[in-house]
């Protein structure tokens, strides 16, 4: 008997577990063996100090984000006073597990295959990598961090199977040294329809290595032609593939993450990938971290409308940040003449500030309002074309 089964390891259930079993809980962390998400793998300060990241870990250091739009404007926004670091989600993830182990947690390698319940309480079934054979766990609860297309969430919370998505897909390549073109210490975000219609591409270096990849929400895309298109505009086609990778990347935070008995999701299995950029590992750790805060506060009180506390406490921090990136990614990932339009205003200087304090501590900035308001009226010139999309 388990207190929580933690169906999917990645960071989000990795999290999840480390903490329960910090507490005390007596829990299990049931992974497939051998997958690696696509990802670009940046992590932001807030996170390697939330979560104690080793530094170790951080197989790069990023200190510019190069945004580059469908004509070739390169704007370079240098990050102040810190840096981004960079993740190999094949170690990362894998870091994340042997932690959570130490902590207490049992690791059990295999495939979720569905929940069944009777007068002996909940039992996850699953079939064991090792022996091919169908086993089950008992528990009082269920934490379903098993990815986009979760199939925790799609047998068990209400909407949990009409999730949106975008597909992202990316090659793991031998990095160059510094070229004219690729810097070891830059991200480069590539905002052109020729790449992806609505979405994004990226040039991001892990060091050794770097990640190149794009997403959309397109079906009629080739994502494996629009990344070696990428790739060949980035002077990388002649670098060595060590890998490739796709998975679904989901868009929005479902409305309900638990299904008011025994289950509550968290990370992807939730949909807290931020809009417009994409970003999902510190989302899906935080997601993590209020799964195990409500399922703790669930086997406290005996209350099952405590597992509701996890989409509470995690929307109460990060829902203004995501309504305001999903109105971006709204506004200017419809059209080329668009995307033009948000990297001219990306050479604002207050812009380039606020964007990055936010996203180095995952909060709206509210201390220079003059510049809220100055970037606002910007803003809306640039939607209304009263600035030209070629100006400055």
Known sequence: MFDVVVVGAGPSGATAAEDLARSGIKVAMLDRAGRIKPCGGAIPPRL?????????????????????SPTGRAVDIPIENGFVGMVDREHFDEFLRVRAARAGATRLTGTYLRIERDAAGTHVIYRDKASGEEMHLTTKLVIGADGARSRVGRTEVPGGDRIPYVLAYHEIIEAPAKTAIYDPERCDVIYDGAISPDFYGWVFPHGKSASVGMGTEIDSV??????????????????RTIRREGAPIPLKPLDRWDNGRDVVLAGDAAGVVAPSSGEGIYYAMVGGRVAATAAAACLASGRVRDLKLARQLFMKEHKMVFRVLASMQNAYYRSDERRERFVSLCHDIDVQRLTFEAYMNKKLVRARPMAHLKIGLKNLAHLTRLIPASRV
Do not use: H, Y
Request: charged content about 30%.
């Open 48 to 68: 390697i100090a939330d979560f104690d990241i080793p530094d170790e870990q951080l197989v790069a250091k990023i200190t510019t984000a190069r945004m580059i």
């Open 222 to 239: 080739d994502l494996k032609q629009a990344t070696a298109d990428l790739r060949a505009a980035a002077g990388l086609t002649d670098c």
